[in-house]
């Protein structure tokens, strides 16, 4: 919990004027660690990523971000990698995040992961159109 009470603290680092800090659940971090990953280096924390696993084997992430200092290193690769084996781990057979419309730089990223980009009438309510962004995993067999 000490790491999610950093990320909160350092906020604007990983999000900008966006204030997405209602959405970062401590709940989240609490009943799924092995899904709820933290990259650190020698200067404090890098990149995270919150997600967990379904009943129905689907691999959902709920935030991802990196440290303005950190953007086009790779970072946010390497932690869905991590994401995925753990989810893996777990029964994964997809994953699954979600986006609003305006955020085009999430949606070029998981583009460029391979993910399915649909773009959802009313999936928060009414007039609330998000993006949904979906991948299957391979079999490993």
Not at 73 to 101: D, M, P
């Amino acid at each position: 919990m000490e790491q999610f009470q950093r990320v909160l603290e350092d906020h604007a680092r990983y999000w900008g004027e966006r204030d997405l800090r209602a959405l970062h659940l401590a709940a989240l971090v609490q009943e799924f660690p092995s899904t709820s990953l933290v990259a650190v280096g020698e200067d404090g924390i890098s990149g995270y990523i919150f997600g967990f696993v379904t009943p129905d084997h689907v691999a959902y992430v709920h935030l991802i971000a990196t440290r303005d200092d950190a953007r086009g290193t790779g970072l946010g690769r390497r932690l869905y990698a991590a994401f995925t084996e753990a989810a893996r781990a777990q029964g994964a057979a997809s994953l699954k995040a979600i986006t609003s419309v305006g955020n085009t730089g999430s949606i070029a990223f998981h583009r460029s992961l391979g993910f399915a980009v649909n773009v959802v009438e009313n999936y928060n309510g009414p007039g609330q159109t998000r993006v949904v962004f979906t991948r299957v995993l391979p079999d490993r067999s």
